[in-house]
């Protein structure tokens, strides 16, 4: 079934080490996003790409980093994790076929750091 | 600032209809989203409305004023599966989306 994957589902991770949470779509979408979610917060962006080979930063991009060698692929990195990143990390996508156009998301990676 | 806010949780009737509203100062409109999110789950979209006034699909409907800054979810027929978080966004003068913090919304039979 199209859509997006994320990977891992979960993870715990000790503070101080390197992450790279994965995510890949197949509905060949230009725009991909990163998003946080933290109870009672909104969802709060921490980079996007337009396209391919083009990255932004978000509302909350301290300790992120991310990378778009291609249409497909959009992988998050915490260079060195601290406890503040644990939360539910979603990637999403969206054709960039107007404004209208709705964000897909994938099914998110709930990440804990101890 | 920038600023969204809804109610933070609602409880309803099955059978029954609930309103959800979202005010919201932005820095420019060129939208506003709702999406659904169900218990450890991804968001899914439900409507878009970026002209004032009410859109209908099926049992849910959304209501636009942007004189007002304000919009609403309609859920009619409420059903046990309708419990879920309501999330309302609005694209700014950036196309960028502000979100709000979600309403999460009880079904009590």
């Known amino acids: 079934i199209a859509g997006i994957t994320q990977a891992p589902t979960s993870q715990i991770l000790a503070a101080g080490r390197r992450m790279t949470l994965r995510c890949t779509q197949d509905m060949r979408h230009n725009a991909m996003y990163w998003y946080r979610q933290d109870l009672g917060l909104g969802l709060r962006l921490i980079h996007y790409s337009n396209t391919a080979g083009t990255t932004g930063k978000g509302e909350v991009p301290d300790g992120y980093s991310v990378s778009r060698a291609n249409t497909d692929d959009f992988p998050l990195t915490l260079a060195s994790a601290v406890p503040s990143q644990t939360s539910v990390y979603f990637c999403?996508?969206?054709?960039?076929?107007?404004?209208?156009?709705?964000?897909?998301f994938g099914n998110g990676t709930r990440l804990t750091v101890t | 600032g920038q600023n969204i806010d809804q109610p933070t949780e609602m409880t309803a009737t099955e059978g029954a209809i609930v309103q959800i509203n979202c005010t919201y100062q932005?820095?420019?409109?060129?939208?506003l989203f709702w999406y659904q999110q169900h218990a450890g789950e991804a968001p899914t979209f439900l409507s878009y409305n970026v002209l004032d006034g009410l859109e209908e699909k099926g049992r849910f409907s959304s209501f636009l004023s942007r004189s007002k800054g304000y919009s609403y979810l309609l859920l009619k027929e409420l059903q046990m599966k309708d419990s879920a978080s309501y999330l309302c966004?609005?694209?700014?003068?950036?196309?960028?989306?502000?979100w709000g913090a979600g309403t999460k919304l009880i079904i009590k039979p």
């Open positions: 932005t820095s420019g409109f060129n939208g």
């Open positions: 966004a609005v694209m700014d003068s950036n196309y960028q989306l502000i």
């Open positions: 999403a996508s969206r054709d960039g076929g107007g404004a209208g156009s709705p964000l897909h």
